[in-house]
């Protein structure tokens, strides 16, 4: 049976984040995944996390100069050094929290700088993982749609597969999540067969509307049935925005995974 983690940056927003973690506890979540939480005290976010005995499985890097148009640093050709402070700043939070992983965002790349931000992308993306390495830490990798995201220089689940095996790091994994994946190629369970063996985290919302995973064109029991019968082992994250209050809301467990 699937084992979903509530993504704090999304589910449960009415409230401050620490009191998220347990919201997210009283709701029957076991993990917890963030996505930029690093205005509340590291440790204090592990004191709760702690009480209420959830496991935190990743945070996002920052982005950058978020007001400027910046989504992520690390396949920025002239912002290496940015890169370096950035990571190191995740990697603090999250040794200190006790998170497994680390969202590595590539950035936005004009169509001009394409070859040399692959080429930015893949020794930030070595340095980042010999770092993480140390602390045990895994670094993950997300596909985003034109939409959603215009300009986002990982775009495609080969793209990223092809940018793993350059990296040459087994600590370099790929993060599934289907409402992109949808979004830009579709096709998902063929996806995510030919591509298991890299898949370190999933996360799910609806498409087109990112709401509850209860809706709209992608059939999400279908895609759970197909991760059991292939052995994933790993979380899938509930990364989808409410459509009122996120208790309300969580129907969808028991209706599509077979959860009590």
Request: net charge negative.
């Amino acid at each position: 049976m699937p084992r979903f983690s509530a993504n704090l940056g999304f589910l449960f927003s009415d409230r401050p984040e620490i009191e998220r973690v347990a919201a997210a506890a009283s709701c029957g979540f076991k993990a917890v995944e963030m996505h930029w939480p690093y205005h509340v005290p590291a440790l204090d976010m592990r004191e709760a996390l702690a009480a209420h005995k959830l496991t935190m499985l990743g945070l996002n890097m920052p982005v950058g100069n978020a007001p400027a148009g910046d989504f992520g640093l690390a396949a920025l050709p002239s912002r290496q050094n940015e890169f370096q402070n950035a990571l190191v700043q995740a990697l603090s939070y999250g040794s200190t929290i006790r998170a497994s992983a680390i969202h590595c965002l590539a950035g936005i790349v004009s169509p001009d700088d394409r070859a040399a931000a692959e080429r930015t992308f893949i020794a930030n993306l070595q340095m980042a993982a010999d770092r993480a390495g140390e602390a045990d830490m895994t670094i993950l990798i997300e596909p985003m749609n034109r939409r959603d995201r215009p300009g986002y220089f990982l775009q495609h689940v080969e793209q990223a597969a092809a940018i793993i095996g350059q990296a040459e790091r087994r600590n370099i994994r790929l993060m599934f999540d289907c409402y992109h994946v949808e979004i830009t190629q579709g096709d998902l369970i063929t996806r995510i067969k030919t591509h298991l063996d890299l898949i370190g985290h999933v996360q799910i919302a609806a498409v087109p509307s990112r709401a509850e995973p209860d809706e709209g064109e992608v059939n999400y029991r279908e895609i759970f049935q197909t991760l059991d019968s292939l052995g994933y082992q790993g979380w899938i994250g509930a990364e989808y925005k409410p459509r009122g209050r996120t208790e309300d809301g969580l129907g969808w467990l028991s209706e599509l995974s077979g959860r009590p």
